[in-house]
Structures are given as structure tokens and as C-alpha cells.
Nanobody
Framework: VQLQASGGGFVQAGDSLRLSCAAS????????MGWFRQAPGKEREFVAT????????YYADSVKRRFAISRDNAKNTVYLQMNNLKPEDTAVYSC???????????????????WGQGTQVTVSS
């Protein structure tokens, strides 16, 4: 499975962005999906995850109530709606796919098999 993330950009604090992750070479509905981010000089951190059918989601505390992960399996695409962005959200955001059973998800990057190349999000104060 190849993943292509897009939608990043340079925005002001309080603005919104929607990231997309398009999959090819496989059926996205077979995978739980996750978004992770890595800021300069910091380790990669979990952001959000969604189960194969999109029935369950889970978020890092730092983005809860501001970000929303969703998916459209018919379009083989996963989204991350980011609202009320803060400077501390600045990072490279990557999507990842985890081969797992229905209803499961993971916050651990090591559980994900396929990764996209990342898209830069920069939030200015």
C-alpha cells in the first residue's frame, strides 16, 4: 500500500486545515489508519487513529476536541480536520496504515506497516 499525504501549509493560529491521505495499491478498508506528527528536534508522536470501518476514533489529549479523523473507504482516503490550530501543532504530519482486525486501532507507531511521506504544517502565532 502506498500512502500520499497532502493538505499541509502555513497558517495563522486559530486557522483550520484538512489533511488528506490517499491510498493506492491496496484496499484501505483492510487497515486501521493513524496520523502521527514530528516536530523539529522531537520524537514522532501519535495524533489520531480510526478503525477500519470508521466506527471508532481515538485522539491524543493535545488535539482532542480540535482535530477530527475520518475516512472514506470508497475513495481510499483518510482525512484529518484540524481546527483552532496552535503554534505547537507545527510539525510534519504523516499518515500510516495498520493491518488489523475490525474494531481495533493502535496509538503505537511500531504497529503500523505502511507510512506516507508526510506533509508540513506550520502554524504562526
Amino acid at each position: 500500500v502506498q500512502l500520499q499525504a497532502s493538505g499541509g501549509g502555513f497558517v495563522q493560529a486559530g486557522d483550520s486545515l484538512r489533511l488528506s491521505c490517499a491510498a493506492s495499491g491496496g484496499t484501505l478498508s483492510n487497515y486501521a489508519m493513524g496520523w502521527f506528527r514530528q516536530a523539529p528536534g522531537k520524537e514522532r508522536e501519535f495524533v489520531a487513529t480510526i478503525t477500519r470501518a470508521g466506527t471508532r476514533t481515538y485522539y491524543a489529549d493535545s488535539v482532542k476536541r480540535r482535530f477530527a479523523i475520518s475516512r472514506d473507504n470508497a475513495k481510499n482516503t483518510v482525512y484529518l480536520q484540524m481546527n483552532n490550530l496552535k503554534p505547537e501543532d507545527t510539525a510534519v504530519y504523516s499518515c500510516a496504515a495498520q493491518w488489523t482486525v475490525t474494531g481495533a486501532y493502535s496509538t503505537r507507531g511500531d504497529d503500523y506497516t505502511y507510512w506516507g511521506q508526510g506533509t508540513q504544517v506550520t502554524v504562526s502565532s
